[in-house]
């Protein structure tokens, strides 16, 4: 098979049922990268995504760069990108050449975790398959690959650990989203310490190239350095940096679409904009969208309905606040009828036969409509479709000091009472609240239920309740302290690729975390009548 360019390949997969054509900016990048000649709509294009300038653009040697580190927002093509370079090499790269006899090489994805390579891994094997070449799976120690026949060079899939990339040759190495990596010698494999492992590994191939592709996370880590540093750099020949948003690098997702998807800001600039979160603490909750969610009411003339009751529950030890509970439900609001009956005040009901696409008749459907007073006639209208609501209906705080003045009896005894004043019977706490509470609750009637909390938990919840609130679903019973908290509450990048959530300075978070845990439980699919209710488990939250 003779060689073709890069462009020239994923050309020739693009014509296969089922795969897309690279995006203009993926074709720019490729092309500088591979020293192809560029088009003036490339130049254009890569003065902004790169910011260098137009001259030195123009100037650069076939092949000078051997690293491409690309800040790309999600769902930007970046991992069907990497593949699509990862089997090119493996075929084309003239890497064979450079292997001592006996030795096969390997182009490892290095991921966070390997459940993270496992996506990559099917993107490879649908390249294979879509060009007709034939491969098997092995492995190599406690390496898993797929070889492909005929050649010296395996692709596989590595953990990101200072161990993995030692021992092989490696011509080519992707890291995927590099961004969230741990980055800090306080843990066992930090960014910096596996690449240090993997430049030697490479060190045998003239044609050698690094990879390293990831939506941004915070301003700290390698991955952030990095492409800082090479980002209108012109002189720096060996480290290509491209930057952009999700719809720049993949327009079928628009921006539109984006926004829809993660309508909070600081959310959407980091995952879809492509902008890294600061190194300092940052309000979680915009003030106007936490004080949307206090003094509403909900329902009209028409009766609201209640799904589930439950009970969550803090406990802090010597702080000031003992004990918080809540009471949430989630509620369906009823229609305000009234206001869509307009001036006459009268809503009409009657029924229409509903028919299918091939204009079969399939049932009698119920209509509504109003008077309309100009033409005397009946107008049809259409009930609006109102989404179920995460409601607070009482919070309480029990004060005094957790082992002072009250001892555990007296301090669960209002919150049973509580409980039992609005029926519940489920209550939901962090698993180390279960001693105390599960006995002191027994009494009452309510069942203590485990909510484990870890930081990508907690990470999920967050983006939850922030999601409820910019959709004005959730609502909150009077509590300044309530309202002060969720004010207040922090977030941190941390080196270990997570955000670290907490009250500001030595304030307190104990009602945050009744939110939290409510979150935790739609989340977990335990809240009859949520939108993710009974989903088979724990769902995925979007924009993590």
Known sequence: MPRPTIIEFADSIARVPGFEALTPPWRATLRLLYGLPLEPADVDFLTVATHRSRDALASYAPGRFTELWARVGRRGRKSSVAVLIAVYEALFGDHESHIVPGEIALIPVISKDLSGSETVRR???????????????????????????????ALACLACSSTAPRGPAIPVAILDEIGFWQSSDAYANPDTEILAALRPAQAQFPGRKLLSISSPFAEIGVFHTTVEAALGNDGNKRSLAVEGPTWQWSPSVTEELTHELEPDPDTHSREYGAKPSAIGSSIVFATSA???????????????????????????????????????QVVKPGVDFQELAGPTGCIHEGHKPAFDEYGNFVRMVKTYSRQDIATNELVEIEIPKLRPLLVFQEIMIVKGGFWGDLDGEQLMAGVGTMFQRWGVRQCYADKFERGLARNELRKYNVLFNDLTWTAESKHDAVIRLKRLMSDQQLVFCECPTMQSELKAYQKKPTPGGIFRYAAKGKNHDDCVALCINAALCEIEGRLQGSELFNRGGRVEVPGR
């Open 123 to 153: 993107f490879e094997h649908s390249f294979l398959d879509a060009l007709g070449i034939g491969y098997r799976e092995t492995r190599f120690g406690n390496v898993g690959a797929t070889v492909i026949d005929g050649s010296r060079i």
């Open 290 to 328: 936490v004080d949307q969610c206090f003094g509403r009411t909900y329902g009209g003339s028409y009766s609201t309905v209640t799904y589930q009751t439950i009970g969550v529950l803090d406990m802090s030890s010597g702080g000031s606040d003992s004990v918080t509970a809540g009471v949430c």
